[in-house]
């Protein structure tokens, strides 16, 4: 079963309007006015740190990993409206996920299915996964992240700027 749908003209547009940093695949981070990480670990890695911690993971470290951004999707997904970025042709498209839990199970079987990138517009913010344990938030207004840093906190992982 697919986990995304197609969203009406209307709330594409804007979301077009609201995130116009992405209408291009070629989106500069400098376009967003802040840029932040979410992460397993609670500083910047040097390069020998990165060749330990994420290149030789257990097997138990990576299931204590995982639980921890599982937390925060749940958090994510009954607090906020969540939309997919994707691009076809160049040109951004944005998704509706078909309910929390396919959401939710995508979002948690990266390395198989891809990784996601999607929006919340409550929050005028952009959520990249990434491979390292480490996801990329770009966003605009500082002022309206207190429910995301908290449900960052709740969850064991750590939000760098």
Request: hydrophobic share 40%.
């Amino acid at each position: 079963m697919r986990v995304f749908k197609v969203i009406p003209n209307k709330l594409s547009k804007q979301l077009e309007n609201q995130f116009p940093q992405l209408k291009s695949r070629d989106c500069d981070l400098d376009e967003f006015n802040y840029v932040a990480r979410v992460c397993i670990f609670d500083h910047f890695l040097d390069a020998n740190e990165a060749m330990e911690l994420i290149d030789y993971v257990s097997t138990e470290e990576r299931a204590e990993r995982d639980l921890k951004w599982s937390a925060l999707y749940d958090a994510l997904l009954q607090s906020f409206d969540v939309y997919l970025v994707k691009y076809r042709s160049r040109k951004v498209v944005f998704k509706a996920p078909r309910s929390a839990e396919l959401l939710k199970l995508r979002l948690n079987m990266p390395e198989s299915a891809g990784y996601v990138s999607f929006i919340i517009p409550s929050l005028e913010l952009w959520y990249q996964q990434y491979w390292d344990d480490t996801h990329l938030i770009c966003y605009q207004n500082p002022e309206k992240l207190s429910a995301i840093k908290q449900a960052v906190k709740n969850s064991g992982l750590f939000w760098l700027e």
